[in-house]
């Protein structure tokens, strides 16, 4: 029971170690050796979403550049509303 929890200890030791940046030159060693980080318990609580962010700005360009432009001309109806103030 000591040396399990001796064991994994020394193992989460290791794992914050090795994803911790070095003082020299301020990458991990993981990144150094292998490339990339070692995924946490808090990369999967916490995912990375810049490839939602990006489908999302995708996305919004896409009906952005299919909006159809209006043309107003001088004397032309519309409606309006102000939502300045307390008055309707």
């Given at each position: 029971m000591i040396r399990e929890l001796l064991n994994t200890k020394l193992?989460?030791?290791?794992?914050?170690?090795?994803n911790a940046p070095h003082s020299t030159t301020n990458e991990s060693h993981n990144i150094l050796i292998f490339g990339r980080r070692l995924r946490t318990h808090f990369d999967l609580i916490r995912p990375d979403i810049t490839s939602k962010v990006a489908a999302n700005l995708q996305q919004q360009a896409k009906a952005h550049s299919q909006a159809n432009m209006r043309n107003l001309h001088r004397e032309d109806t519309v409606l309006a509303c102000d939502y300045r103030g307390h008055q309707r």
């Open positions: 193992a989460s030791f290791l794992l914050s170690y090795r």
